[in-house]
C-alpha cells in the first residue's frame, strides 16, 4: 500500500513539474484580456513592436500619429479586431477603401513589417489587433505622450465591412452631438471623446476635410468667423479654393506638430483649431470646461488620455474562441 502511495505521488508531482512552465502560454480563461496574455508564448513581443515602430518613426515622423488613427479607426467600427488591415476579396470590400479612410489611413506596411517579425519567433500565436493595440502605445510614448497598460489576447476578424466604416466613423463636418453619439454607441463618455480628440495635437489632416471653414462657411460665402484671422490666412494660401488642393496637408496642431502634449486644447482656447469638429469643443457648454481644463493640465490631459486609450482599445474584442489569429494582416487564414 505504501509503495502504492509513493508510485502515485511520484507520478503526479511529475506531472505538475512538466505543466508548470505551460501556465502562462495556455492561461485558463482565453475570454478575457491580460497583459501577461503571450508571456509564455512570446515573451519578446513589447520589445519587437517598440523596435518595429521606433524604425518607422524614424523614417517617417508622421507615422506616430498614423498609428495612433489606424488603431481609432480599427476599434471605433464594430471593434478592436484589425477588421481595418483586411484587403478587399472577391467576398467582401472592406474598410480600408471606406470613404474616411480611402487615400487617407497609413501605417498599414508597418503592422505588416511587424507581423512578420513576430511570426518568425512565435509563428500562430498573436493576433493582429494585439499587435496594432501595442503599436499605438508605443507610437504616442516614443512622441512624448503618455502610456499605458494594454491587455492583450484580441482575436483577428475574418470579415470587414466599407458600409460599417462610413456609418461608424465620426466625420470631422459632423455636428458634435452626432460624434457624441458614435462614441457611446462604443461605451465610451463625454470625456472620452474630448480626451481622445487630444490625438490631434499630432499628424496632418487633407485640405478637404476643413476647407468648408476658408471660403465658404455652411453657404455664407464667407470664412467661418469663428476661425482665427491669422490661422485663416496661413490656410487658404496652403488650401486655396481648388481641387487640385484638396489633398493638401495642413498640421492638426501648428504649434507643435509633431510633439505629443496638450497644445491642442490651447490652440481651440484661442480659435485656432484646425476641423470644425475640434473648434466645437469649445462651444459646447458640456465640453468647453474640459478643453480649458487640459489646456491648462498637460499632466491630468495624459492620465485622461492614457484611461480613454484603455478603454477604447477593449471595444468589441474578439476572444478565446471567436475569430482567428492571422498568420498575415491583410488577410484571413
Known amino acids: 500500500m505504501t509503495c502504492r502511495l509513493v508510485i502515485y505521488f511520484t507520478f503526479f508531482f511529475c506531472l505538475l513539474v512538466t505543466l508548470v512552465p505551460f501556465v502562462h502560454m495556455f492561461p485558463f480563461n482565453k475570454n478575457q484580456l491580460d497583459i501577461n496574455f503571450y508571456g509564455g508564448s512570446c515573451p519578446n513581443l513589447p520589445m519587437i513592436v517598440r523596435y518595429g515602430v521606433w524604425s518607422a518613426i524614424k523614417n517617417d515622423n508622421r507615422m506616430a500619429a498614423s498609428l495612433l488613427r489606424l488603431h481609432f479607426h480599427d476599434c471605433i467600427v464594430n471593434g478592436c479586431d484589425a477588421s481595418v488591415l483586411l484587403d478587399d476579396t472577391p467576398y467582401f470590400t472592406g474598410e480600408k477603401n471606406a470613404l474616411p479612410n480611402h487615400n487617407s489611413l497609413r501605417g498599414f506596411e ?17 493576433s493582429c489587433a494585439d499587435i496594432l493595440a501595442l503599436a499605438s502605445r508605443e507610437a504616442i510614448d516614443l512622441v512624448g505622450g503618455p502610456s499605458w497598460p494594454v491587455a492583450l489576447g484580441r482575436r483577428d476578424a475574418i470579415t470587414t465591412s466599407t458600409r460599417a466604416a462610413d456609418q461608424q466613423i465620426p466625420s470631422p463636418i459632423e455636428p458634435l452631438e452626432n460624434i457624441i453619439a458614435k462614441f457611446a454607441s462604443k461605451g465610451l463618455d463625454l470625456k472620452d471623446v474630448v480626451a481622445l480628440s487630444g490625438a490631434h495635437t499630432i499628424g496632418f489632416a487633407q485640405c478637404f476635410t476643413f476647407k468648408g471653414r476658408l471660403f465658404d462657411f455652411q453657404g ?109 494582416c491583410g488577410s484571413v487564414n
Open 110 to 126: 508597418v503592422i505588416d513589417n511587424i507581423k512578420e517579425q513576430v511570426e518568425r519567433l512565435c509563428p500562430s500565436t498573436v
Open 220 to 328: 455664407s460665402g464667407k470664412p467661418d468667423p469663428v476661425l482665427s484671422f491669422s490661422l485663416l490666412s496661413k490656410l487658404q494660401s496652403m488650401c486655396p479654393k481648388k481641387d487640385t488642393s484638396n489633398s493638401n496637408l495642413a498640421p492638426l496642431d501648428a504649434t507643435s506638430t509633431l510633439m505629443f502634449d496638450n497644445e491642442y486644447y490651447r490652440n481651440l482656447v484661442y480659435n485656432t483649431g484646425l476641423l470644425e469638429s475640434d473648434q466645437a469643443l469649445i462651444g459646447d457648454r458640456r465640453t468647453a470646461p474640459m478643453v480649458y481644463y487640459y489646456s491648462n493640465n498637460q499632466f491630468s490631459f495624459y492620465n485622461d488620455f492614457a484611461q480613454s486609450m484603455v478603454k477604447l482599445s477593449n471595444v468589441g474584442v474578439l476572444t478565446g474562441i471567436n475569430g482567428q489569429i492571422r498568420k498575415k
